[in-house]
């Protein structure tokens, strides 16, 4: 069954630094990937997935996400962080497998809380 | 385009009460409808899921039920509700195996 770990409930970085976010997943077939953004009191909002090709994803707000399947991670990164990308971001696979026997339902990690600090 | 609407943004019951929970979505035939909670430091526990029309899964044991009485209509029933039925409701949409969900607002239910 695919899984999903997130490396650090909460991560605290300065305006205009690096913002790394960690994702570690298990499946046994290839994975379906996803990163979403949630805002207090509010839904999930996509911020990209990878299903086949280019491992390297962009997605919205100048984030991106590289799948390499020898370390089974999808870690989430911005080059330059903005006080607006204080958020919990989650990590998700798909609960697919061509083989059939499952709904392709989304499996969730626990979350990362950002902080910005000016 | 596609979207989808949850309410009510809040809520307060009290313990012993019935509870319903409804989502709509609207742009889109035949989607694959979820409900879901969330609690603090936990991430979110897939409650139930829906394929079809009367067609519900569920996930955990508790003390909710999940009806879809139309093809894109999805509601979250309690007969009683409990303290420990207290969090965050995600109802969310997906048009099928592999492809990403999309979220309601969600509901804060807060059972007193």
């Known amino acids: 069954a695919q899984s999903v770990t997130q490396l650090g409930s909460h991560v605290s970085v300065s305006e205009g630094a690096l913002v790394l976010l960690r994702c570690n997943y298990s499946s046994s077939v290839p994975p379906y990937l996803f990163w979403y953004v949630q805002y207090p009191n509010q839904g999930l909002q996509l911020l990209l997935k990878?299903?086949?090709?280019?491992?390297l994803v962009k997605g919205i707000n100048g984030f991106e996400a590289e799948f390499k399947k020898s370390e089974t991670s999808f870690h989430l990164t911005k080059p330059s962080a903005h006080m607006s990308d204080a958020a919990e971001y989650f990590c998700?696979?798909?609960?697919?497998?061509?083989?059939?026997?499952?709904?392709?339902?989304?499996?969730f990690g626990k979350g990362t809380k950002l902080s910005v600090k000016p | 385009s596609q979207t989808i609407h949850q309410w009510p943004a809040t809520l307060v019951q009290p313990v012993g009460s019935p509870l319903s929970l409804e989502c709509t979505v609207e742009g889109t035939s035949n989607p694959n409808l979820y409900w879901y909670r969330q609690a603090a430091g936990r991430g979110l526990q897939l409650l139930f899921y829906s394929v079809g029309i009367g067609q519900i899964s569920s996930e955990v044991p508790q003390n909710l039920s999940a009806s879809r009485p139309q093809d894109r209509q999805f509601i979250l029933s309690s007969k009683k509700l409990l303290l420990s039925d207290s969090g965050f409701y995600l109802c969310a949409w997906s048009g099928g195996v592999g492809t990403e969900a999309f979220f309601g607002q969600g509901t804060r239910l807060t059972v007193v």
């Open positions: 990878y299903t086949t090709g280019a491992t």
């Open positions: 998700a696979v798909s609960d697919f497998s061509p083989r059939g026997g499952s709904q392709g339902n989304l499996i």
